[in-house]
Nanobody
Framework: QVQLVESGGGKVQAGGSLRLSCAASGSIFSINRMGWYRQAPGLQREFVARISSGGNTTYADSVKGRFTISRDNAKNTVYLQMNSLKPEDTVVYYC?????????WGQGTQVTVSS
């Protein structure tokens, strides 16, 4: 079993920055992809960014140039640096990890951006 624990959410004014972290623990031999989705109430979960074990990154168009994903393989941790935040970035962010072909999810962390 794999557990993902997120941290770093909170409240910030528009234009500000936050850094999310997600640490994986448990029965891990190696983690393939890690990344982030987000979800607003009543809407489908939306892809934000992902990073491969080799460091290749992919971003949603809505966050390109503002968000940066990175990972520390030694710590089994993925990060999301969020800059130039907008009120529409106000949602719950979920991290995920692909381990041995299975998807695991964190519990979610709230990000609130005020105008």
């Amino acid at each position: 079993q794999v557990q993902l624990v997120e941290s770093g959410g909170g409240k910030v004014q528009a234009g500000g920055s936050l850094r999310l972290s997600c640490a994986a623990s448990g029965s891990i031999f190696s983690i393939n992809r890690m990344g982030w989705y987000r979800q607003a109430p009543g809407l489908q979960r939306e892809f934000v960014a992902r990073i491969s074990s080799g460091g290749n990154t992919t971003y949603a168009d809505s966050v390109k140039g503002r968000f940066t994903i990175s990972r520390d393989n030694a710590k089994n941790t993925v990060y999301l640096q969020m800059n130039s935040l907008k009120p529409e970035d106000t949602v719950v962010y979920y991290c995920f990890a692909v381990v041995a072909g299975r998807n695991y999810w964190g519990q979610g962390t709230q990000v609130t951006v005020s105008s």
